[in-house]
């Protein structure tokens, strides 16, 4: 069965220190990746998506980037944290064709002092 | 863009007793996916609906998708202290993009 890793599970860094988190599924190929974030009061967000290895799509433009350097492995990465990057970062996979349900990873707790 | 607004925000509930959230959306939505978040955890996969007017259940969850595919509804019967927690709606714009959520329904069960 398909399972999906993030990590760190909680994470507390100052302003202006880079990020690193990552995300890595298995049991499966070539799935598709989210990174989304849950900020309070603002539901959830689509920040980037992968349909393949070194295929990144943004929604938002901001602080963060995003990297796939294999099929299974995304990460999400800042160079200069914001207060504002604060919040509940979620790794999401589905396959890799449409209309497909995304399963989630059980989350990174961002707080930024 | 898509929105999907969910009602209602929160919902405390006495434990046996039904309960039902909405989701509607501002367009026609092309599949509709629910999700249970516990506090601080990632989302639960519940159900997907694609078609109008179809109907899904599993365990005392069931979810429903309007003829015109511009609303969903979720249902629990009988509800459980289990069953506490975020529900939220997702639907998808579309191809391989991520999904767009509702922000969530509150679910609290009162013993």
């Known amino acids: 069965s398909q399972t999906i890793h993030q990590w760190p599970a909680t994470l507390v860094q100052p302003v202006g220190s880079p990020l690193s988190l990552e995300c890595t599924v298995e049991g499966t190929s070539n799935p598709n990746l989210y990174w989304y974030r849950q900020a309070a009061g603002r539901g959830l967000q689509l920040l980037f998506y992968s349909v393949g290895i070194g295929q990144i799509s943004s929604e938002v433009p901001q602080n963060l980037s995003a990297s796939r350097p294999q099929d299974r492995q995304f990460i999400l990465s800042s160079k200069k944290l914001l207060l504002s990057d604060s919040g509940f970062y979620l790794c999401?996979?589905?396959?890799?064709?449409?209309?497909?349900?995304?399963?989630f990873g059980d989350g990174t707790r961002l707080s930024i002092l | 863009s898509q929105e999907l607004e969910q009602s209602p925000q929160s919902l405390i509930v006495q434990e046996g007793k039904n309960l039902t959230i909405n989701c509607t959306s501002s367009?026609?939505?092309?599949?509709l996916y629910w999700y249970k978040q516990k506090y601080g955890e990632g989302l639960i996969f519940l159900m997907m609906l694609q078609k109008g007017g179809e109907e899904k259940s599993h365990e005392k969850i069931t979810a429903k998708l309007d003829e015109k595919k511009q609303q969903s509804s979720l249902h629990i019967t009988a509800s459980q202290p289990s069953h506490a927690g975020i529900y939220l709606c997702g639907a998808p714009p579309g191809g391989a993009d991520g999904l767009t959520f509702g922000k969530g329904t509150h679910l609290i069960i009162q013993p």
């Open positions: 367009k026609t939505l092309y599949g």
């Open positions: 999401a996979w589905s396959q890799g064709t449409s209309n497909q349900p995304q399963h």
